[in-house]
Structure formats: structure tokens, C-alpha cells
């Protein structure tokens, strides 16, 4: 429903001026290839700078891409970005538009300014606002609200007048568990009864795993591996973290843990280790047993998460995916 | 999506292939009009909230000049130009100035990417924003004028007028804002353009005309409030000349389509980058 082919996207170089720096050119989205099915959550999970939104702007027509072809729905968007707007509803990371009205009016324009008449407006804004639980907050202005109750007020305004395609920016950066809920609640609904796509730019790796169908892993603006976020684990299958966390520090005259010291990344009593499961057995046999066990305070055991399958494919923020 | 099963369709199978290839049907399309109301309520109520202590301020600065200018004023025509280019002088304060800010705002933080991702007309968008910060300029220019009137001894009879001046010299002056709040390239520089601008309607403006040197009355002649101010000082006098104010708000009309054919313009440039 959605294919994207050799999307390409450079933003050019700017000189330097007097008190601003140059800055060099940056290639922000590399030969994309992607292909959203219907009816699918499709993530796109990357840190900062990956280029996310760069790509999910050239997919919704507000960014001519320097190279390549989107197709939603059977509409070159290339061609015809004005068509975007008849087939998808966006939820950028700025809310600079709708700050200064009230959270009731902000829905309704929005309805109005998607083709609504006047009454089916405002019956789709109560239905929205009802649904997400902002019912409470409709009068005021979304300038006076909490930075997680204003994403989810410009999350309602996407939603008021039905598009069979979301594109959803960070919907739910700032968001409480509550929140969150509100927003895949509603996400399913749209889905189960219109078939809803949904395309979702995320850093949250335990949000990538429980709601996305399927994920995209962007790096400098490349795709780097593609799947079902069981699909990518597998692919780091083989592996298992252990954590060993020591009281002081590490019994190095027990022979078994010095010869693990090489393999393990340290910081400060934390050890940790990526090992083959019949390996992470043994250690954990051996540091739980025997005179090793005196000096451990910790360990946990885990399979691979999605962060785990980031940095196993060589991404290039080596401190994972989560946003500080 | 559905596919109509190929017996109930005159054209036979061939119509079916043709009904799954086509592209999905688009939602709809706001029209301009409906779409220029929405903005219109939406761009007053965000005025109504955030900008109401500026009305005051540009009320204030308006009815202070008119203080200052009666000692140096001498009643008659120069009177009737100092109250006229006042009241313009809040439309410009506003319409021109303050939409400048928000457009150029608007558009450095990517808020135009939400009217952007909307089936909306750009027209609308503009001129929905447009007319809502004219509107607002209403009550300012009002207390202005009565208060002017009030002040210089001026007669009431035709105050009416406001009710053509305002609406244009809002359209040429907002649609000046617009277009620079959105053709600057950065938002400071789209401040600084609807600053000048204001201040260029004050000196411009207020100031009696025929004491101003040859170079600054040319100046003067270029801006479109001048034509605003022209048609509401001629309505003071006894007998005003009906044509001569209708002209000069003929002028103020036709800048107003400009700019704002222009503002349309340079939205659709700013939206898609
Ligand atoms: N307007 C711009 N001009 C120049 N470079 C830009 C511009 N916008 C983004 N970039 C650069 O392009 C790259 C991709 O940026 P983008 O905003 O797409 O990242 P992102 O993946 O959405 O990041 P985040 O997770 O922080 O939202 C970054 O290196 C960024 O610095
Ligand atoms: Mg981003």
C-alpha cells in the first residue's frame, strides 16, 4: 500500500556566517527502500539524527525527495504531494500550529480543514476526545497543558476526519502509561474496523516490540535490517546477555572469571557479556557456585531485545536506541 | 477497498482488474470557503488568547501619539491627518506587524506543516489568518478614532467609513505582513520587516504630509496605508470629495488582492521544501 524506492534526500551544505557555524552536507535519507503493507503497524526505530523524520516528510509530500519514487496507495506522491494530504493524516513532532487554541477548537479545525462538514466535525471531535480521555481537558488551551497531554490533544486532532493511512511522528514521546494506552487503543480500533496503516517513528525500544508488525531499522540514513521484531532477534538468536554485577570487584583469582575478563565490557561492578546460550549456562553456573558467588551482588540473563539487535548491526550510536 | 464482483458491472471482467489497479479513492477536499471560515474562528480565538494585552498596547500608542501631536498640530487638515493616520497606524500595528511574527514563526518551527498535511486551499490558509488579525484590529481603531474625534474636535457624521477602511487597508496591510512573515528567510528578519514596516506607517502616516521633504513623500505614496489614512481624512471635512475617498480605497483594495495573491504564493513555496 505504501512502496518507497530509492528515496534519496541530501540537505546541502551552509556556509558560515558571522556567529553561525558552517555546517557540512548531510545525507539524511540513503536509497531508501521500504514496502508498508495494509492494515500494518509499521515501525521506524533509529537514534537521533537517523534521519526519521526527514524520511516520513518525503512520504507525506511536505519534502520533495532529491531522487527515488513513493506510492501510497496507488498515488505518486512524488508527482502529486498535494495528494498526501486526501490519503493520510501526519502527526509531526512540532505543535507550533495548534498551541494557542483550545484543545476542543484544535480538533475541530483540524476536522473542518480535512473536508468535514461543520456538524460531523465537531461529532467526530467528541468522539475523539471521549476516546482518548480528553474530554476533561476541551477548554483549554493547549499552551496550558503538560507536554504529554499536548501530544496526545494533537494526537486527537490527526485522528478527527477518518485516512485509511496514520503517519505518526513520536506519537507518544512524553506520554504516561495511561497515555500510551489511550493512543494503541485507539491505533487498534482504527484498525480493526477500517483496516488502518499505520507508519510509527519511534525510540522506544519495549514500544517497537509490543505494538509493531513490523520494523525498520534506519542508521545514517539507510535501512539496515527489516522485519518483524521477532524476525530481527532471531537474527541475533545465537546470543544471550549476561549481566554480572560484582559487590566490590571482580574475583579475578578464580581462573574461570579471569578468563571471561577479556570478552566482557565493563563499567564499574557491571560486567557485561554476549555469549552463545550453552556458554552463558556455564557462566552462571560457575559465578553462582563456588567461591566466585561470594563476591557477586547481581546477575540477569537476557535474550536479545530489539536494542541488542540495533547494536549487534552495527549501528552507529553505540549507546542503544533508548533517548537518554 | 471493495471489489464489486464482476455480474452486477456492465463492462465484464476487464472492469474489475480496472477497479483493483486504480488508485484508492482520495478523501475529500476542504473547500475554500467552509476552509476559510475554519481558520478565520480558529486565527481570532488564538488572537483572542494570546494577543489582546498587544491590542492594548498598539490602543495606547495610538491614542499617546495623537496626545503629543495636538500641541504641535493646528486643527483642520493636519488635525484629520494626525487622527486618520493613528487609527491606521493599530491596523498596521497589528495586521501588519504582528502577522509578520506569526507567520515567520510559524513557518522556522515547522508549524506550516500542519496546515501543509491538510487537504486545505493556501488561500484559505492565508486569508483566513489574514482577515481574523484585521478583525482583531477592529475595537483598537474604533476607541482610536472616537477618542481622536473627541480630542481635535473632529465631527462624527461619517466614521462609518471604518467600516470600508478597515477591511481594506487590513487586506493590504495583513496581506504585506503575510508575505513577508513568510517570504523571510529567517523568523528575526520576517520581526524586523513587519517592525519597520509599523514604524514606517507611523512616520509615514501620522506625521502631516506636506511638512515631509519631496524624497520621504514618494515614500510615502508607496505604502499602501497611506491610501487607508487618505480615505478616512477626507471623510472629516464638510463636503468630502466621495470619489477621492473612493479611489484611494480602491487603491487600498487592489494592493490588498495583491499582497495577498502574493502571501498565497510564497505560502505554497514555504509549505513544500
Ligand atoms: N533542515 C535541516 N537542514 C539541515 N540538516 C538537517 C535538517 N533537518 C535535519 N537535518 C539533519 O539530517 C539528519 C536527519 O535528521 P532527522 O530530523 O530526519 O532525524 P531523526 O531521525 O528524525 O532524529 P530524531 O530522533 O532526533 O527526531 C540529521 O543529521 C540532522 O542534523
Ligand atoms: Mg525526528
Redesign the pocket.
Given at each position: 500500500m505504501c512502496a518507497v524506492r530509492g528515496l534519496a534526500k541530501t540537505?546541502p551544505a551552509v556556509r558560515g556566517r558571522r556567529g553561525v557555524p558552517a555546517?557540512p552536507e548531510?545525507r539524511?535519507t540513503d536509497d531508501v527502500r521500504l514496502d508498508i503493507r495494509r492494515g500494518e503497524i509499521f515501525g521506524l526505530l533509529?537514534p537521533?539524527?537517523?534521519?526519521?523524520?526527514?524520511?516520513v516528510r518525503q512520504l507525506t509530500g511536505l519534502m520533495r525527495p532529491d531522487r527515488g519514487s513513493v506510492e501510497i496507495l496507488g498515488h505518486d506522491i512524488v508527482r502529486h504531494p498535494e495528494r498526501a494530504s486526501r490519503i493520510l493524516a501526519y502527526l509531526g513532532?512540532e505543535s507550533t500550529a495548534l498551541d494557542d487554541l483550545t484543545v476542543s477548537l484544535a480538533a475541530e479545525t483540524t476536522g473542518r480543514l480535512r473536508g468535514l462538514q461543520s456538524r460531523q466535525a465537531r461529532a467526530e471531535r467528541d468522539a475523539v476526545l471521549d476516546e482518548l480521555g480528553l474530554t476533561s481537558l476541551a477548554g483549554r488551551p493547549l499552551r496550558k497543558l503538560s507536554g504529554g497531554q499536548r501530544r496526545l490533544a494533537c494526537f486527537a486532532a490527526a485522528l478527527v476526519g477518518q485516512r485509511p493511512f496514520l503517519v505518526l511522528d513520536?506519537p507518544t514521546s512524553g506520554m504516561d502509561p495511561v497515555a500510551r494506552r489511550a493512543v494503541w487503543g485507539a491505533v487498534d480500533r482504527r484498525r480493526a474496523e477500517h483496516g488502518t496503516t499505520v507508519l510509527l517513528?519511534t525510540?522506544n525500544v519495549i514500544e517497537a516490540e509490543t505494538v509493531l508488525d513490523r520494523v525498520a531499522v534506519?542508521d545514517r540514513g539507510r535501512v539496515i535490517a527489516c522485519d518483524t521484531p521477532t524476525g530481527l532477534k532471531e537474527q541475533v538468536a545465537g546470543e544471550v546477555r549476561v549481566d554480572l554485577v560484582w559487590r566490590e570487584s571482580a574475583p579475578l583469582h578464580v581462573p574461570e572469571v579471569a578468563a571471561l575478563r577479556d570478552r566482557a565490557v565493563e563499567s564499574g561492578r557491571r560486567w557485561t557479556l554476549r555469549l552463545a546460550p550453552e556458554e552463558a549456562r556455564t557462566v552462571v553456573a560457575t559465578v553462582t557456585g563456588g567461591s566466585a558467588f561470594a563476591a557477586l551482588d547481581d546477575f540477569t540473563l537476557t535474550t536479545p531485545s530489539l536494542e541488542d539487535v540495533y547494536l549487534a548491526l552495527g549501528g552507529a550510536a553505540r549507546q542503544g536506541l533508548v533517548k537518554a | 477497498m471493495s471489489v464489486v464482483p464482476a455480474e452486477v458491472l456492465p463492462g465484464s471482467a476487464l472492469a474489475v482488474e480496472e477497479t483493483v489497479r486504480e488508485a484508492a479513492e482520495l478523501g475529500p477536499r476542504a473547500r475554500l470557503w467552509p476552509a476559510l471560515a475554519a481558520v478565520y474562528r480558529a486565527q481570532l480565538s488564538r488572537a483572542r488568547v494570546a494577543r489582546i494585552p498587544l491590542l492594548f498596547v498598539a490602543t495606547f500608542q495610538s491614542i499617546g501619539i495623537m496626545i503629543l501631536m495636538r500641541g504641535v498640530v493646528d486643527g483642520g487638515g493636519e488635525a484629520q491627518a494626525v487622527v486618520a493616520g493613528s487609527s491606521v497606524l493599530v491596523v498596521a500595528f497589528v495586521a501588519l506587524n504582528l502577522l509578520a511574527q506569526y507567520f515567520g514563526q510559524l513557518r522556522a518551527s515547522g508549524g506550516l506543516d500542519h496546515y501543509a498535511t491538510l487537504p486545505v486551499p493556501p488561500a484559505a490558509v492565508v486569508l483566513g489568518a489574514a482577515g481574523a488579525y484585521a478583525s482583531f484590529t477592529v475595537p483598537g481603531t474604533v476607541v482610536t478614532a472616537v477618542f481622536g474625534c473627541v480630542l481635535f474636535g473632529l465631527p462624527f457624521a461619517h466614521l462609518w467609513v471604518l467600516i470600508a477602511v478597515i477591511p481594506l487597508a487590513g487586506a493590504a496591510l495583513a496581506g504585506l505582513g503575510a508575505a513577508l512573515g513568510l517570504l523571510a528567510p529567517r523568523p528575526e528578519l520576517a520581526t524586523l520587516l513587519g517592525q519597520l514596516g509599523m514604524s514606517a506607517a507611523l512616520l509615514l502616516g501620522v506625521l502631516p504630509a506636506d511638512r515631509m521633504p519631496e524624497a520621504v513623500r514618494f515614500a510615502r505614496d508607496l505604502l499602501p496605508s497611506t491610501y487607508g489614512v487618505e480615505a478616512f481624512a477626507r471623510t472629516f471635512g464638510p463636503n468630502p470629495d466621495w470619489a477621492f475617498v473612493l479611489g484611494d480605497l480602491a487603491v487600498c483594495g487592489v494592493v490588498g488582492v495583491v499582497s495577498l495573491a502574493v502571501a498565497t504564493w510564497a505560502y505554497r513555496r514555504a509549505a513544500v521544501r
Open positions: 540537505y555546517t548531510v539524511a533509529g537521533n539524527g537517523a534521519g526519521k523524520t526527514t524520511l513532532q513520536e517513528v525510540h534506519l | -
